[in-house]
């Protein structure tokens, strides 16, 4: 049976848990992940749907680019949220030691899994290592997907078997920011192998540069293939702007 009881700060966590990793175009009650939350809170797929949309009027992006969630976040919603904003590896675990559905079946985290090499931090417990392998991937991946609307930033392919979630601050060398959004670009393969390789980076304001061994030294398949998008924008994303110190940073290891 359904519940009307006052959210739980364990339940908010866990709908912001899945708030990030569903395009706002998905934030309705028939949504199969809003169902599957509502039933492990026992709660109507109305009333989840409804909270990831009063998320929504917090959400930066969405109220910049004209789009309205609900006027209804709590001080508990606020209190949630910057505290997601501020660790998001912490508010994983803890969001994701209660999960039972909301977005984490095998086979996403099979498709994540596929994409990053995992390194414990130092000091952690095995239950917690196994959270951030197998759900902290799973989260960043699908939050980067989402947050540019399941479409590389760069080409515009939209074929989720071929996209990435690509690390701004390489996953290796940042430990605090390995599933942050903002330090995430949705990337098809061959784009998000420029990235890593330093042959391709994104200014601050979001235009995108490609290193002259692909667009001048290269042969001309190479130029014709990658030429195109020099000094494009990229895609704007929904919910996260991508941190312009990450970018930088970035900028900074680049190979012109």
Not at 87 to 96: F, N, P, Q, R
Not at 132 to 146: D, I, P, W
Not at 174 to 194: I, Y
């Amino acid at each position: 049976m359904a519940t009307t009881a006052r959210w739980t700060e364990a339940e908010t966590k866990r709908a912001l848990f899945l708030y990030f990793q569903l395009p706002f175009g998905q934030l309705h009650r028939k949504n199969s992940e809003i169902i599957a939350l509502a039933a492990s809170l026992s709660r109507t797929p109305s009333s989840v749907a409804m909270k990831l949309a009063n998320f929504a009027s917090l959400d930066p992006k969405i109220v910049e680019s004209g789009r309205k969630g609900l006027a209804g976040a709590s001080a508990l919603d606020r209190q949630v949220w910057n505290e997601f904003n501020a660790d998001w590896t912490k508010l994983i675990v803890e969001s994701a030691s209660h999960e039972s559905g909301g977005g984490l079946d095998d086979s996403k985290v099979r498709d994540a899994q596929v994409s990053f090499r995992y390194e414990p931090p130092e000091g952690a417990t095995t239950v917690r290592t196994e959270i951030e392998r197998r759900v902290g991937q799973t989260f960043f991946r699908r939050a980067v997907l989402a947050n540019f609307e399941n479409t590389c930033a760069v080409t515009g392919i939209e074929e989720p078997r071929l996209l990435v979630a690509s690390h701004i601050s390489p996953w290796k060398d940042d430990a605090f920011n390995r599933h942050n959004p903002r330090n995430g670009l949705c990337l098809s393969a061959t784009f998000d192998l420029a990235f890593d390789k330093l042959l391709l980076t994104v200014l601050p304001d979001f235009t995108i540069r490609l290193s002259s061994q692909l667009t001048k030294g290269a042969t001309s398949d190479t130029r014709a293939y990658f030429g195109p998008y020099e000094g494009r924008k990229l895609r704007t994303p929904t919910h996260l702007t991508p941190d312009p110190a990450f970018l930088t940073a970035h900028n900074e290891r680049f190979l012109p």
